[in-house]
Nanobody
Framework: QVHIVESGGGLVQPGGSLRLSCAAS????????IGWFRQVPGKEREAVSY????????YYADSVKGRFTISRDNAKNTVYLQMNSLKPEDTAVYYC???????????????????????WGKGTLVTVSS
């Protein structure tokens, strides 16, 4: 049973930083991607960033490029999202999700990517406010 746990959310002032962690366990996949998504009430869940465990390739939404950095620790099966220069519009519940891949395949961005992820965490709330 795959288990995904997010941590690191909280309240931060505009311009501040947070680091989210996503710990995944209970699987023996060799090839997969882990992504961070976020959602605010009344809006579709959106992809923020994701990383391929096989080759470390990454994706960032335009809204977070230059401010967020995704990284992985394969030994710990943990993915991190370093969020800097946070803005009030970054306020959301952040979810971590895993997608099993075939060797050499890539996760391809689409606005509906979240529908194709295989496993999800319960989310962690990030609030950016003064």
């Amino acid at each position: 049973q795959v288990h995904i746990v997010e941590s690191g959310g909280g309240l931060v002032q505009p311009g501040g930083s947070l680091r989210l962690s996503c710990a995944a366990s209970g699987f023996t996949l060799d090839y997969y991607a882990i992504g961070w998504f976020r959602q605010v009430p009344g809006k579709e869940r959106e992809a923020v960033s994701y990383i391929s465990i096989e080759d470390g390739s990454t994706y960032y939404a335009d809204s977070v490029k230059g401010r967020f950095t995704i990284s992985r620790d394969n030994a710990k099966n943990t993915v991190y999202l370093q969020m800097n220069s946070l803005k009030p519009e970054d306020t959301a519940v952040y979810y971590c999700a895993l997608k099993s891949l075939l060797q050499g395949s890539k996760l391809v961005y689409s606005p509906y990517l979240h529908y194709g992820m295989d496993y999800w965490g319960k989310g962690t709330l990030v609030t950016v406010s003064s």
